[in-house]
């Protein structure tokens, strides 16, 4: 498929990497081999968006929620993580090439400083790519996001620079992780799940949701390709006629 296969194109995706444990489960493997092959397929997945011509694409790596499990899971995670970002340096050039910018929604403060300080720069050396932004939520939740952004507001009215009256939607969600770039479109969940688990709350106010039970290591070009059929026939109103 290319773009222009598709009569109009979602501005922002939102994916909900889903499944990785029970892919694992069903073929007697340990949750972490669902990880490690959720990982692979989040790299095919990315890069196919890239070349259909999405601007934007959100992966839900990580919640904030997300600690309460095992620790041998969770530092699994974190490692094939840190392999990603090392990966992401290690083919900078290739990246620039292909114009990806990438950046990383979520709580820094809660990663360890080695990975935080490979995000920072990561997002450094990408931040003038314009072809394609590739988001990743890691250590992220949307009531935790919203949460920070009326705090930074309520520090601002404390401090007089604004005025109650002033605070507006717009203005929420500017201090939003998503700051400058356009609400999510099209909302895609794998695994047979159909709740939002904490993600992107705000910015998917108007979204289109797409389920699928394929688990997210199973997760093929088709089936993202499925999802944008399926948008492409939606009528989305906002609340119009
Ligand atoms: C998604 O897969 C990955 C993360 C939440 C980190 P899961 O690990 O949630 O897989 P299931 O839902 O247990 O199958
Ligand atoms: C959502 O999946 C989080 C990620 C995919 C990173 P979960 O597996 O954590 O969500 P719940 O617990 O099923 O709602
Ligand atoms: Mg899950």
Do not use: C
């Amino acid at each position: 498929m290319t773009g222009s296969d598709f009569s109009v194109l979602p501005r922002h995706v939102a994916v909900i990497m889903d499944g990785n444990g029970r892919w694992a489960k069903k073929r007697g493997l340990a949750r972490s081999e669902g990880h490690i092959e959720g990982a692979k397929t989040f790299r095919r997945i990315g890069e196919y968006a890239g070349n259909l011509g999405i601007k934007h694409i959100t992966f839900y790596a990580f919640s904030t929620e997300n600690w309460s499990r095992p620790e041998n899971e969770v530092n699994a995670i974190m490692h094939l993580f840190g392999d990603y970002l090392k990966e992401a340096l290690d083919r900078l050039d290739e990246n620039l090439k292909k114009g990806i910018r990438l950046r990383f929604l979520g709580d820094r403060t809660g990663i360890a400083p080695e990975l935080a300080n490979l995000m920072d720069t990561v997002e450094k050396y990408t931040e003038n790519m314009t072809k394609i932004n590739l988001n990743i939520a890691v250590n992220y939740g949307s009531q935790q996001e919203i949460t920070g952004a009326v705090q930074s507001i309520a520090e601002d009215v404390k401090a007089g620079l604004l005025q109650p009256g002033q605070i507006t939607p717009e203005l929420i969600a500017s201090r939003l992780y998503t700051g400058d770039q356009p609400p999510v479109d099209l909302m895609i969940r794998p695994s047979g799940e159909q709740r939002i688990s904490n993600f992107l709350l705000w910015q998917s106010a108007y979204a289109e949701f797409w389920y699928s039970d394929v688990l997210w290591p199973d997760f093929t070009e088709r089936d993202f390709d499925e999802a944008l059929r399926s948008y492409e026939k939606r009528n989305r109103r906002f609340g119009g006629v």
